[in-house]
């Protein structure tokens, strides 16, 4: 047959009608794009039944509440738990991506001597054999644990010494208990009875205790409910507390003692305030000339502070200078102000302090990495990650996030006893072990975590006082037994005592302290004490511009 | 009665903590891009610091949580899509991504005014095993595509198989609840249905305080901001961009 010009016309114009019609090549170029979608290096997400848990976060001592969703025994996501009373629902942004850091490329896998891989039982004859040539100081990051009374048990039968990296939280209320031998763990603010705070660059939005209590308290006052909250921050810079401050009060950087004196000297010459208390050696225009202010400008600081009390004022850290203001505005064991919390504590002796010569240093991996003091003793660093270079002797690996049972003791800056139990939800990596669990080994006489636990629940459980906070909102007096207690804590409900007085505290202050520490420029992972940040946390400064990037070198 | 799904967002309690860029990621297994830069990452939710521009005690800074907008009218993402890979869900108002259908040519990402879209420009990675606390409910996306924030659209599937188990036609808006929304530790954020009157979400876009980005475009986005500070209520029509050097530092001036 013959192929004329025309035939091949008709069958080009019938073949391209044609094309439009037949779904064929639509329906291959679907096909191939999902199939180029799909190649087999691309991860593929856990699958199997899911299930929601409540727990605890543990990375750092404020214990806020979450919500974990677990699929085929992994968790899959973290959100707040909203039934929590203390965090409310809320996360640091790094809590979002805790559970993803058990699969960090610098997990600790395995026992390390000065960088070369070494054995648990080479480590615990090490120690040993220290611990039998002389004393041994243990230096704990969480103290009030269960885990804490097993480490400080250990140093007790070997007359060691416990040492404890406080948070600046708890620094910052030290000068109280100079003055009034409550021990500063012991203590806690009042926030959700002040009416006007005032932060000397406490970060109270940005980090500042659990991100929940603070930060939620101030939006329902912002959006009105309940009695107006005056947040007026002293600050050197425009920091992320101040962008958000009733009133931002630009004062040069570290001079937050000559201010807090200089508000006091007006607080006291204008008998502004009932309570008394030793005058500022500091003149009003020294303090003036030291912060960048002006007279008038403190004078009005001052006045602004009392117009709506209760008032109470916030260091970043150790501050005696910003506690003595607290104790001329009255704050101090008042309503709205710095209370004692109902149940007597343990006062702790900080790492800060002169550490003995020891035989040997056990860090516990709740102590924050960059933690390093100078001594001739043999170190034994715990840490779940390797946080870059390190002076130990020793590293150990240790249980990671959510890998191990662990009490959840009362957070550092709350008003409120609280109690609540984070079980180990993740299996473990055969290779590692806690601090605790390493001390055991080498005494078996010490009691396990699991048993402090069991016997601090039948504590509470007698004590017969304070609520179970869970799905349900249950008293303590009403539950019938120590092991209906434990089920809802295991499940996550939290524990929370009866508010205390506020009179529980008196601050003795005949004159006004003169030494003094200035507030430190924190970086925003600060509170966070391990070595290492989520991978996720690369959209905060990587992929965004909104955070600084950390100094630390495996964030 | 189809739903408009939207959310507005108190800028006077954004704190920028970045809560929600995490949650969101972690929600929708977006990739940590380590070798990623601010101009080439992965964020749906982008928080950008804005300032009035003065300098010492009379300057003031804001947070911009800038996401999708989900546009209702001329979408312009949708009208440029060679693919049909863009759509406005006529039950939802939510304007869908579908990857499986995108070539990544990229023409959304310019026509979109919002600059709220993101080319993945490599292969989705993470540490070996961490594949394990992805979210089996959101699908990987491949290299060579499109992303955007989708108002967390899987949870929205969870709260309809939900409401299905129980009989039940509507699903009960407490189930479905976005995840930056959620992660918000001051409640800035609120998420609802625009078209119920009753809804506070839609009770709050018509207060006076409430804005959009760039109105006068007239894409109608779903998205609206408030703010009792006029300055900030100023940067929604605000011409100006930001620059290569700040990265997401906005200037008013």
């Keep these: ?555 | 009665m189809s739903a408009r799904y939207g959310m507005v967002i108190d800028l006077d309690r954004c704190t920028g903590c970045g809560s929600c860029m995490m949650a969101c990621a972690a929600e929708n297994n977006v990739p940590p891009l380590q070798q990623a830069t601010v101009r080439t990452g992965l964020t749906p939710m982008l928080v950008r610091k804005v300032s009035n521009g003065l300098e010492g005690a009379a300057r003031r800074e804001a947070f911009i949580p800038i996401m999708c907008m989900h546009c209702e009218h001329d979408t312009p993402c949708v009208k440029v899509c060679p693919q049909q890979a863009v759509e406005v869900d006529k039950a939802t108002g939510i304007v869908m991504q579908m990857p499986q259908r995108c070539l990544g040519c990229r023409y959304c990402m310019t026509a979109c005014p919002y600059h709220a879209r993101y080319f993945n420009w490599w292969d989705p990675s993470w540490p070996a095993g961490m594949e394990k606390s992805l979210n089996p409910g959101v699908a990987v996306r491949m290299r060579g595509v499109v992303e955007k924030c989708n108002l967390c659209h899987a949870r929205l599937h969870e709260a309809k198989e939900k409401a299905a188990a129980t009989g039940k036609r509507e699903i009960d808006p407490a189930d479905y609840v976005p995840a930056c929304v959620e992660a918000c530790p001051t409640g800035a954020i609120r998420f609802g249905n625009l078209a119920d009157r009753n809804d506070p979400a839609s009770q709050d876009a018509r207060s006076p305080e409430a804005f959009r980005l760039l109105a006068r475009i007239g894409t109608e986005p779903k998205v609206y901001y408030k703010s009792k500070e006029a300055w900030v209520r100023a940067l929604a029509e605000s011409k100006s961009g930001h620059g290569p050097e700040t990265g997401s530092e906005v200037q008013h001036g």
């Excluded at chain 1, 850091?101 to 054995?119: D, G, K, Q």
Aim: charged share 20%; net charge positive.
């Design chain 1, 1 to 555: 047959m013959k192929v004329t010009r025309r035939d091949l016309l008709v069958w080009s114009a019938g073949a391209a009608a044609g094309l439009v019609v037949t779904p064929v090549p639509w329906k291959l170029l679907d096909d191939s794009s999902i199939w180029s979608q799909n190649w087999p290096w691309i991860p593929q997400p856990t699958r199997g039944p899911v299930e929601v848990k409540q727990s605890a976060c543990t990375l750092c001592p404020n214990g806020c509440g979450m919500r974990l969703k677990m699929a085929a025994g992994w968790p899959v996501g973290v959100a707040g738990g909203s039934s929590h009373p203390i965090s409310r629902g809320a996360l640091c942004p790094l809590g979002f991506g805790a559970h993803q850091l058990n699969w960090h490329p610098e997990r600790l896998r395995t026992v390390r001597r000065r960088a070369t891989t070494s054995s648990w039982s080479e480590a615990k004859a090490a120690f040993a054999k220290a611990c039998s040539e002389g004393p041994v100081v243990i230096i704990d990051g969480y103290p009030g644990r269960a885990a804490s009374s097993v480490l400080e048990s250990f140093n007790q039968k070997r007359n060691g010494s416990y040492r404890v990296v406080l948070g600046r939280e708890t620094r910052a209320l030290a000068p109280y208990e100079a003055w009034s031998g409550v021990p500063a763990s012991a203590l806690g603010y009042d926030l959700e009875n002040a009416q006007t705070i005032v932060s000397f660059g406490a970060p109270l939005l940005d980090g500042w205790g659990p991100p929940g209590r603070f930060t939620r308290l101030w939006a329902e006052r912002v959006a009105g409910a309940g009695p107006q909250l005056r947040l007026i921050q002293a600050d050197g810079s425009l920091s992320r507390t101040a962008t958000r401050a009733w009133r931002w009060v630009p004062v040069q950087a570290g001079c937050e003692t000559a201010l807090a004196a200089g508000v006091a000297r007006v607080l006291l010459e204008e008998r502004l305030v009932l309570a008394r208390g030793p005058m500022p050696p500091l003149t009003l225009v020294d303090a003036a000339s030291q912060t960048g202010l002006t007279t008038d400008a403190i004078r009005d600081l001052a006045r602004t502070i009392v117009a709506h009390p209760p008032a109470v004022a916030i260091a970043n850290d150790d501050n005696p200078a910003i506690a003595a203001l607290n104790v001329v505005l009255g704050a101090a064991g008042a309503s709205g102000g710095i209370v004692r919390r109902s149940k007597p504590a343990t006062s702790y002796v900080g790492a800060d302090a002169a550490i003995p010569s020891a035989r040997a240093v056990l860090i516990d991996s709740s102590v924050p990495w960059d933690f390093a003091r100078q001594t001739d003793a043999e170190v034994f660093r715990f840490a779940a990650w390797d946080g870059g270079s390190s002076k130990a002797d020793w590293l150990l690996p240790a249980p990671g996030f959510l890998e191990e049972l662990t009490d959840v003791p009362t957070a550092p800056t709350s008003a409120i006893e609280t109690y609540a139990v984070a079980p180990s939800l993740v299996k473990a990596p055969a290779e590692v072990q806690s601090a605790a669990q390493f001390l055991s080994s080498i005494d078996p006489t010490l009691t396990t975590a699991e048993k402090i636990i069991h016997a601090r629940c039948e504590d509470l459980f007698r004590g017969r006082i304070g609520t179970l906070i869970g799905r349900d909102r249950t008293s303590v007096a009403k539950l019938d037994s120590v092991q209906k207690f434990e089920e809802q804590l295991w499940k996550g409900a939290v524990w929370v005592g009866e508010r205390s007085r506020p009179d529980g505290l008196r601050c003795e202050l005949q004159v006004w302290p003169t030494a003094a520490t200035s507030a430190r420029p924190e970086s925003w992972s600060a509170t966070w004490p391990a070595p290492v940040l989520p991978p996720l946390a690369s959209k905060l400064y990587k992929e965004s511009s909104l955070r600084e990037p950390p100094e630390r070198r495996n964030a």
